[in-house]
């Protein structure tokens, strides 16, 4: 592994490095079918790109990480937990994976690892994010990961030619903790 920080069973997460647009990121970040449910779904330049990571990575309100599968060390995903509210002690995520990744686990997989480190090494007291009703499979994956889906926020965003339902899920250290005495949460390897 390289760099390893948070390990989980078939991926783990790694600092991101600029190197990683070099790779499929620019390609992932154009691929509509990818992008299609992300705040920001318009075609990108590698200098857009760059420039946004080098934000991302100076910002001391998010933390940015590459996804990479343990069997192939491969670079397969980005993971971002932010912006931060160091105030009120809660944070926004998202994940991309790359298609060849979709319905492994990898997605549920990475949320819980950033759940655990949200809440065990940031300290943070929420963790929240808005999907698209329609995204049936982020909110699947967000269940599975142990986030609670808390309400439905009505003609939210606008995607794919109307206005959206959101779905929010989220988790707060109390509902963590409670999960984790259950057994649902077991400690992080990284």
Sequence with gaps: MDRPFLVGEKIYLRPFD?????????????DHEITRF???????????????????????HYVFFAVIEQKTNKHVGNAKIGPIDWIHRRTNF???LSRECWGKGYGSEVIKLMIQYSFEQLNLNRIIEHNVIDNLAAIKSNE?????????????????????DVVIVGLTRSRYEEKKRQGFFKPSKG
């Design 18 to 30: 600029m190197d990683d647009i070099q790779g499929d990121y620019i390609q992932w970040i154009n």
């Design 38 to 60: 992300l705040d920001s779904p318009f075609p990108r330049t590698k200098e857009d790109l760059e420039n946004y990571v080098r934000g991302i990575l100076k910002d001391p």
């Design 94 to 96: 998202g994940r991309m």
């Design 144 to 164: 599975k990961a142990g986030l609670d889906v808390e309400g439905t926020i009505k003609e939210y965003v606008y995607a794919h030619g109307k206005y959206c």
